[in-house]
């Protein structure tokens, strides 16, 4: 349940669009690492907040008691521990697990791919988090998914909002996941969970409302540096300045308009610690696209500069900020659209398919594909010992194989092939 | 423990490596599936034999029963037996998982990748399966990992063998394992397993003993269609056919010479019916595979006519042929080569550093770079405001960017830009 197989049309629609997302990310110069689909539970524990109860354990069969990894995150945060890397770029593109209720028709699975870009490291302020946005930005593009806004927000600002609230620091995070869920739900409701399940007071609780229903740009930005609580707040006045350094970097690449400064996003992992952001498609009239309501982020990330310190034996802490692509949901739309295209992607890429008009013939062509295998070409035959000519080229036409190579009895007394194109039916003899 | 992080030089060496496969298993018009890495307990279950107890079963959480799959050929013929495919030619390259004893320095891991190539249908005889072997011919030819041997043989054949020395039926597969054994430890041990542990007579042990120690050619298939004992057996004689129309489509594809039909040859999964296959590495003097030995089998596979009507409510049958290339074993192989040699592989494919020259300039770096995302260009920068031209330039040299853009004061004045050859430290304003 929530799990799938990928017949060979959707491998092959999947290998398009992971290779224009891997793509990306080289050319933003990361390197790739692998880690194992298995990690200690241990390492696993204590990093998803509520989402912990997803994670897929391991039966104890007698050794370390082991999980199936929940993302891509918290491995690299062990494997830079581990391995002591101060600074690295680094992409990884594969599959991860939640045992959540499957939504398969809005893309949500329980094992599912995952592509993460990364960048660990000491760094000056906000260089590597515009280079972040700037990847969803160029990701998004390319693949034509429509219209896009790409929500960017920043726990000091969140946490600086709850503090002159009046709710106490124990609470931040809880809260935190509440706001989250802003996005979905009506202010209304998420001001009930606060006051009931999360128990704030309603003052408090309307006071935070007033801050989180805000969005907007740089001018925003200004308006609450200047707001006379928000400004004393250490931790919001640092990460207001840093999100108008953000603007300023986003507005040299040029991307600030699909860039909404917005204090509803909080994002409900734990292990964020600064600037976070979150791509959401926008729903478009007359698309098909429109049938997916709710698809909604297609891309998040943020900043987590304490995630790898909780690895180290010495608390050592590396620095970091990286994004991660919902490729799930941008598969489930580039699908749909495909089908309702009526276009056929090719699942193979063959080039060649070598056929005999006469009986008797296997050895001709065991021996000429052999030779064009040899050459790396990339070639078929059928595996019948005397398959009719009409047979074979209506497998080229089935499978998009343009060349056929044909080889008779003349062909042979010859010593040549006749190669013919299937969709024109020209023939040469070489 | 039997798990490894691949760090980027591995990662790469691996990306290179896996390619090389993939590019091959295109070559032969291969579609690419993908299946979960979960599959219920129940479908993994009675199809490996004794291996069984090495299955990695997930914690009952509520819900299915679930297990890591143990190879990518359960998966594929119950994804055919599903979807009621009846002709596929399918690679698919995954991870498995195995509860094994981890012997990490000979490559054998309880996480790893195979690489696998089946063909399922219904066809005229011999002819997918010498494809197959084709497969890993051109496949360990292309790696050059030295010189190998591909040994052949065929279930029936060996079941025909045990059939006349006497071994009751219920004990066929039993005994395989037994055989599969004699490429590791001689025959007196193969021998006394048998006696003991598999209850056969003395007499009948050493009557295997006469057929299992035989390899050969085209010569000893003739000689065993000429034994009076067992070309009486129905299926061995049926075998022995088969075996010799292999030869002849082997002789066709011209690789002959890389093949030994070996009647020790088993293989210990309980699925195979027909042509069973393993490729070896033969040791080299002078050679730093020499080191490695044990490094044994690079590749295996054969014939499994029932698998696919395991898992088919009406025990519909899809014949199937494949192979799978151990990709571990090949990896260290390359991974010690490539240390030997001290040659570094790069883990980036970054064509140029945007670089700058005096302080105050990361704007001018941010547009720059900026504009050779877009123009699809794989561009890095450093992460610091101001960055020593040094240490950029010592950037590219430890990473292998070839090349550096410069933007100081005077290009930007000028509207150009300095285009350095790192190696050469040649320059070109453009």
């Known amino acids: 349940q929530g799990t799938r197989d990928h ?20 050319r933003h110069g990361a390197a790739a690492i692998d880690t194992p689909v298995l990690e200690l539970r241990e390492t696993l524990m204590g990093k998803y907040g509520e989402d912990t109860k997803l994670i897929y354990e391991l039966q104890d069969q007698g050794g370390e ?7 891509l995150t918290v491995p690299f945060a062990r ?4 391995n002591k890397v101060n600074s690295m ?3 990884h593109v594969a599959k991860v697990y939640r045992r959540d209720n499957p939504a398969t028709t809005r893309g949500r699975y329980r094992e599912f791919y995952q592509c993460d870009f990364d960048i660990a490291g000491q760094f000056d302020p906000m260089i590597p988090d515009a280079e972040c946005l700037k990847i969803v930005h160029e990701i998004l593009s390319d693949l034509q998914l429509g219209d896009f806004v790409i929500k960017v927000n920043d726990r000091r600002i969140l946490n600086g909002v709850f503090a002159i609230c009046g709710v106490p620091e124990s609470k931040f995070i809880r809260v935190c996941s509440t706001v989250d869920k802003l996005d979905k739900v009506p202010w209304e409701e998420v001001r009930s969970e606060m006051v009931g399940e999360k128990g704030l007071s309603p003052e408090a609780a309307d006071r935070i409302g007033e801050y989180v229903q805000l969005h907007g740009g740089l001018d925003l930005i200004e308006r609450l540096l200047q707001d006379p609580k928000l400004s004393q707040n250490k931790l919001a006045k640092e990460g207001l300045g ?6 300023e970097y986003l507005t040299l690449f040029g991307i600030t308009g699909k860039i909404s400064f917005d204090l ?5 992992l734990d292990y964020y610690t600064g600037v976070i952001f979150e791509a959401v498609l926008l729903q478009q009239e007359n698309e098909h696209v429109e049938e997916l309501v709710g698809v909604g982020s297609v891309a998040g990330g943020g900043r987590y500069d304490g995630l790898v310190g909780m690895f180290d034996p010495k608390g050592r802490k590396v620095p970091c900020v990286g994004v991660s692509i919902g490729i799930e949901r941008i ?3 580039l699908e749909q659209r495909l089908e309702a295209s009526g276009e056929k992607l090719r699942t193979t890429e063959t080039q060649v398919l070598v056929a005999t008009p006469q009986k008797d013939l296997l050895a001709a ?4 594909i052999s030779e064009l295998w040899d050459a790396g070409i990339k070639a078929e035959m059928l595996y019948k010992k005397d398959p009719k000519l009409l047979k074979q080229l209506q497998y080229c036409e089935d499978t998009g194989i343009p060349l056929a190579a044909i080889v008779g009895e003349q062909e042979l007394a010859d010593g040549v092939v006749r190669l013919r194109e299937v969709s024109t039916r020209e023939e040469v003899r070489m």
């Open 242 to 247: 840093d999100m108008k350094l953000l603007f």
């Open 264 to 268: 509803s996003l909080a994002r409900g």
């Open 7 to 26: 017949p060979p049309a959707q491998a092959a629609l999947r290998e398009r669009l992971l290779g224009a997302v891997v793509s990306c990310f080289k």
């Open 89 to 91: 770029k680094r992409y």
């Open 331 to 333: 598969f489930s739309i």
């Open 65 to 71: 008691l082991l999980a199936l990894r929940y993302d």
């Open 365 to 368: 062509r065991l021996k000429l």
């Open 79 to 82: 494997y830079l521990a581990m």
